[in-house]
T-cell receptor, first 111, second 115 residues
Framework: GNSVTQMEGPVTLSEEAFLTINCTYTATGYPSLFWYVQYPGEGLQLLLKATKADDKGSNKGFEATYRKETTSFHLEKGSVQVSDSAVYFCALNQAGTALIFGKGTTLSVSS | EAGVAQSPRYKIIEKRQSVAFWCNPISGHATLYWYQQILGQGPKLLIQFQNNGVVDDSQLPKDRFSAERLKGVDSTLKIQPAKLEDSAVYLC?????????????FGEGSWLTVV
């Protein structure tokens, strides 16, 4: 079945550091890929998405590229801020089906 | 545009008691999902509705969990009797029936503690 594997955290960075959170997936066909973010005490928010191979999703300085050849969708940001501290979830779905999530990666950014 | 509404936000109950959570999806969204998120884990699908029909309830513990969406709009998730391991955040989400984007929108969640 379909599944998502993302790097375990926590990831601890200083402000303005470069961020990479790895995500790989297993799926039949061509899923859509997503990154969701969950700030402390809040619900899940869509951060970015990509619906086909080589698409790049971007939002709030975060980027991720859909790599079919490596079945990956790594999240990157060039310069993190304290306000980026949150839990990040990689997820996939296929048309008409529910999202399948990874276990989440906690990011902690200090000033 | 109003988001997915859930209530109550927080609930503490004793084991073997019952609890119900309510969800109102984004207007016009035909698909509604209930997820369970245990602390430190990713959300896990409990049930998916398309209008008022069930699409997928394969991971719903049917001996204690039930869900309905009678008029194809809002939905209720019930747990009876609750167990300690049911302590989790229950997330409701919705998505439109059409379109290729498959974006799913989440509510803020209902936090359940079973003691």
């Amino acid at each position: 079945g379909n599944s998502v594997t993302q790097m375990e955290g926590p990831v601890t960075l200083s402000e303005e550091a470069f961020l990479t959170i790895n995500c790989t997936y297993t799926a039949t066909g061509y899923p859509s890929l997503f990154w969701y973010v969950q700030y402390p005490g809040e619900g899940l928010q869509l951060l970015l998405k990509a619906t086909k191979a080589d698409d790049k999703g971007s939002n709030k300085g975060f980027e991720a590229t859909y790599r079919k050849e490596t079945t990956s969708f790594h999240l990157e940001k060039g310069s993190v801020q304290v306000s980026d501290s949150a839990v990040y979830f990689c997820a996939l779905n296929q048309a008409g089906t529910a999202l399948i999530f990874g276990k989440g990666t906690t990011l902690s950014v200090s000033s | 545009e109003a988001g997915v509404a859930q209530s109550p936000r927080y609930k503490i109950i004793e084991k073997r008691q019952s609890v119900a959570f309510w969800c109102n999806p984004i207007s016009g969204h035909a698909t509604l999902y209930w997820y369970q998120q245990i602390l430190g884990q990713g959300p896990k699908l409990l049930i998916q509705f398309q209008n008022n029909g069930v699409v997928d309830d394969s991971q719903l513990p049917k001996d204690r969990f039930s869900a309905e969406r009678l008029k194809g709009v809002d939905s209720t998730l019930k747990i009876q009797p609750a167990k300690l391991e049911d302590s989790a955040v229950y997330l409701c989400a919705s998505s439109p029936i059409r379109g290729v984007e498959n974006t799913i929108y989440f509510g803020e969640g209902s936090w359940l503690t079973v003691v």
